[in-house]
């Protein structure tokens, strides 16, 4: 995969140094709100990530996970408050951005294989009808090596399992090569050899400078992120893990159904959000 450009900077005037440099956020939220017709599903959301970071977002079900990563990604248009990545306003389909839904559906009818799919990836850079550079070839091939694709190359999506399909749409994304890569529910209820596949490209990711948007039920998934968002309609608290998966942030975004048991272990007993159950507390900080 190629190489991150340098991230576009912003000049201050410091009265120390009068002209200092300050890098711009890989993605840039302020006051944004997004409705579909009466529901509102975020609210004044304010948000800045660092490049070459791993963000967890996390938060119950339709608390607007989802959402939040449609507007980075351009999919979806705030109603109000401005968006940007990397200085720009997004766009769906941008070069730069790579969005991985939490589910997509496969059409039987049309007998896409593993490769080919992988390789529509590529078509943010050179469009559909464009013959693919060498450098997009590497970059399909090196995409379905990592997410152990290799002996499935000429499968049929519908042919698949969920975990192997979502392999299939996570090196999709991995072939565009974005500077920002987005991962709705990645691991959710999949199996191991997936879990661990996806685990590895988002280390993998921010070791090259890139920076990964995940969402996620899960408190242990969250405390390997650099940065953590928790969402219930509005930013309930972000920082760090051990900043923001303390007992009290947890409750205000789940409620009651958040319970801390006497050993430190936080129980969801909302059986729509598994990824809690038995996950041991973060230290007390408010």
Request: hydrophobic share 40%; glycine share 10%; charged share 20%.
């Amino acid at each position: 995969m190629g190489t991150v450009p340098d991230s576009p900077v912003e000049k201050r005037d410091d009265p120390a140094t009068r002209t200092s440099v300050v890098p711009i956020p890989a993605v840039r939220l302020d006051g944004v709100t997004v409705r579909y017709g009466p529901i509102l599903a975020l609210d004044d959301a304010d948000l800045a990530v660092e490049a070459g970071s791993v963000v967890a977002v996390i938060g119950p079900n339709g608390s607007g996970k989802s959402t939040l990563l449609s507007t980075i990604s351009g999919l979806v248009q705030p109603t109000r408050g401005q968006v940007r990545v990397h200085g720009r306003p997004p766009r769906h389909g941008l070069r730069g951005i790579a969005h991985v839904l939490q589910t997509t559906a496969a059409n039987e009818s049309v007998p896409l294989t593993v490769r080919e799919t992988v390789r529509m990836g590529c078509y943010a850079r050179c469009g559909p009808f464009r013959p693919l550079s060498r450098a997009d070839r590497a970059a399909i091939d090196e995409a379905i090596a990592r997410m152990r694709l290799g002996d499935l190359v000429h499968r049929q999506l519908h042919e698949l399992s969920g975990g192997q399909r979502q392999r299939v749409f996570v090196a999709q994304g991995l072939a565009q090569r974005a500077e920002v890569l987005l991962l709705d529910e990645p691991i959710s209820g999949l199996d191991l050899v997936t879990q661990e596949a996806i685990t590895e490209v988002v280390q993998a990711e921010r070791a090259a400078g890139r920076t990964v948007v995940l969402t996620t039920h899960d408190v242990g998934t969250a405390h390997l992120a650099d940065h953590v968002v928790l969402v219930a309609t509005r930013v309930v608290a972000d920082g760090t893990p051990t900043e923001v998966l303390t007992p009290t942030h947890l409750s205000r975004a789940y409620g009651g159904h958040l319970h801390l048991l006497d050993d430190g272990t936080m129980v969801l007993d909302d059986p729509s959000h598994h990824g809690l159950h038995d996950a041991p507390a973060a230290p007390p900080r408010d």
